[in-house]
């Protein structure tokens, strides 16, 4: 299984600004810095929850078809399935018609409902190509509140915390009150 960006958001869920506002910096010197830790905030946060905050697209690719006939797509919220595409084992993608699929997009797990059989792919990896949209939507006000100053909270501690530090030790814990911001966006496993 292989996952790409094809398309990134065309902004960020908080601007730099309202960054500034929050960390009390005036000036421009420290634009770049304030920006670079919004889009790795944004970048944490949604590969933590295994989210999609505002409107981007990718490309789920697949060896073969699941033993279910749910293919559980890996970003939430879904907005659609835009082209699903089998290929041949010379490498000819066949697209599938959504008449064979439903796109369930209301799922807190996002995911594509094969109707019935669909065509085996022709090689041995990726042969299965899924492209969807996901994110809460385009504008920064789509993001739900509640993420949006969880990500003001990451910003802040990371502008405060420069040092180098060592991954998974103790400097590197997320702030409590961003995990609890956090948690209602947390997929639940059973």
Same mark, same amino acid.
């Given at each position: ?10 902004? +960020? !869920? ?13 000036? +421009? ?42 293919? +559980? ?36 797990? !996002? ?12 090689? !041995?990896?990726?042969?299965? +190509? ?9 504008? !920064? ?50």
């Amino acid at each position: 299984m292989a996952l790409v960006l094809t398309s990134a958001p065309e902004c +960020e !869920p908080v601007t730099v600004a309202e960054a500034k506002a929050h960390l009390r910096v005036d000036g +421009e010197a420290e634009e770049t810095l304030i920006a670079s830790l919004i889009l790795t905030s944004r970048l944490h946060v949604e590969a933590a929850l295994g989210l999609a905050l505002l409107t981007q697209s990718w490309r789920l690719s697949l060896d073969a078809w699941p033993a279910a006939r749910d293919v +559980e797509l890996p970003l939430y919220p879904l907005q659609s399935v835009d082209e699903l595409r089998v290929r041949d084992a010379a490498g000819a993608a066949t697209v599938i018609g959504a008449g064979a699929y439903v796109a369930d997009i209301g799922s807190r797990a !996002p995911r594509l409902v094969r109707k019935g059989p669909l065509p085996v792919p022709g090689l !041995p990896a990726n042969g299965i +190509e899924i492209d969807f949209t996901a994110g809460y939507g385009d504008d !920064p006000g789509d993001v739900p509140a509640p993420i949006r100053e969880a990500l003001l909270l990451l910003v802040a501690h990371w502008y405060e915390h420069r040092d180098p530090i060592e991954v998974g030790g103790a400097d590197t814990a997320v702030p409590g009150a961003v995990s609890a911001l956090l948690a209602p966006y947390k997929r639940v496993r059973l």
